[in-house]
């Protein structure tokens, strides 16, 4: 799986959780989901370099995407 972009991270959310309510819902349920799995929070601890950026890179959806058993056809459809 190869992503040549960069995604902000509300779009993720949005399209992870399109069940909530609004944008900070979404983002408060993935910022849970990363926190919760110990794996998963470290796995993006390694390739982050901005904590604070609005987006994530290539490398970080991948890792994500990996984690919600998630394919690359199956995102581009969401």
Do not use: G
């Not at 959310?13 to 110990?38: F, G």
């Not at 993006?44 to 901005?50: I, M």
């Not at 604070?52 to 998630?70: D, G, M, P, W």
Request: aromatic share 8%.
């Amino acid at each position: 799986m190869t992503f040549r972009r960069t995604i902000l991270k509300q779009d993720l959310a949005i399209k992870l959780y399109p069940q909530s309510s609004n944008i900070n819902a979404a983002m408060q349920l993935l910022r849970k989901e990363i926190k919760l799995s110990s794996e998963l929070n470290s796995k993006l601890d390694l390739l982050t370099r901005n904590k604070r950026a609005h987006y994530y890179t290539h490398k970080e959806l991948e890792v994500i995407l990996q984690h919600f058993c998630i394919s690359e056809e199956e995102f581009d459809l969401l």
